[in-house]
């Protein structure tokens, strides 16, 4: 469970009282490929730190798989919306690998944070650089090419590039297999 800690040290420092807190909630998972940590027919109440494995968050709409994000090891993440809104979830968390993970409950979580201000402090950070990281995924979306978020990804994720399949990719980048294809044959 020191891999939370340490992901959690880097963005603020926690002391020994908080981490040992935090991880009396943490509850040790796992699932094999292709199942879900969590469907879109579910009410979000758990944040997740992958331990090994990939998972991505997507949605689907008329049809077609759209992926808002690859989560691997080191990585916390949650449905805030769901959760902040008590409302099912519009997203699915699957594991595109064998994955093992810790999962914890929001309201456990804000009720450490109300007891340790280091804690709260670190979600603070946390959330931010979460908001930040979302924007600069719609800004790719909205402002880039096909081609440019192709290198993006390719630079900016070399490893989970081998991990992830091309039709996810494709998903991921919001274009087809074959266009997929056109561009990495350019590359």
Known sequence: MNELIEFCNKISTLDEISSAD???ILKTKSVKKNEYLAD??????ELFFIKKGIVKLCFNGNGKEFIMRFFEENI???DIESYVHKKHSKYEIVAIEDTEYYSFSFLE?????LKHHRLE???RKFMTIAN???MKRISE???EDATKRYSNFRAQNPKLLERISLGDLANYLGITQVSLSRIRAIK
């Open 121 to 123: 402090t670190f979600f």
């Open 22 to 24: 935090l991880n009396s």
């Open 141 to 143: 979306i909205l402002e």
């Open 132 to 134: 930040l990281n979302m």
């Open 76 to 78: 916390l993440f949650a």
């Open 40 to 45: 879109s027919n579910s009410h979000s109440k």
């Open 109 to 113: 979580f804000e009720q450490l944070c």
